[in-house]
């Protein structure tokens, strides 16, 4: 009969403790997926920022991180200035693809997936590329206009 009372007893309090188990994992898993979401979305405005999907980006962000590259490089031989200006422009372009696509798939990707940062990488490269030759055709049919500079 004691036995009986004793397991009475303890029942609701290892329900208790089975229930606190089992919120804290939910709680803590709770707090790995908004870290995630928070990270890829500040992931996602520093790639808006640095991609050329943002009109208003290039003099304040990609123009001074690419005259900065140049600038590196021009401490090496003065000619290099503009090539590696015009090279570091079109990285930080990348840059900022690559990051909005990390920054989107962390955001608005529900389940985790394994990432191949090869395949991405490949991906975020060819779709630069690919951007870049689509402008440098649609100038070149003098479907867009470009400045005087040229």
């Given amino acids: 009969m004691e036995t009986l009372q004793q397991v009475s007893q303890e029942s609701p309090v290892a329900g208790q403790t089975t229930r606190e188990q089992l919120q804290q994992p939910a709680s803590g898993n709770f707090k790995q997926v908004m870290v995630k979401k928070l990270k890829g979305g500040l992931f996602l405005v520093i790639g808006y920022l640095l991609s050329p999907l943002c009109w208003w980006n290039d003099l304040v962000f990609n123009l001074p991180i690419a005259y900065f590259f140049g600038y590196l490089c021009s401490l090496l031989s003065p000619k290099l200035l503009l090539p590696c200006a015009i090279i570091g422009y079109w990285l930080s372009n990348i840059v900022g693809i690559l990051l ?15 990432t191949n940062l090869k395949k991405e990488l490949f991906t975020g490269l060819v779709s630069s590329t690919v951007y870049t030759l689509v402008i440098l055709v649609l100038i070149q049919f003098k479907i867009l206009g470009t400045p005087a500079l040229f």
């Fill in 100 to 114: 909005m696509q990390v920054g989107a798939v962390d955001v608005f990707q529900n389940k985790p997936q394994e």
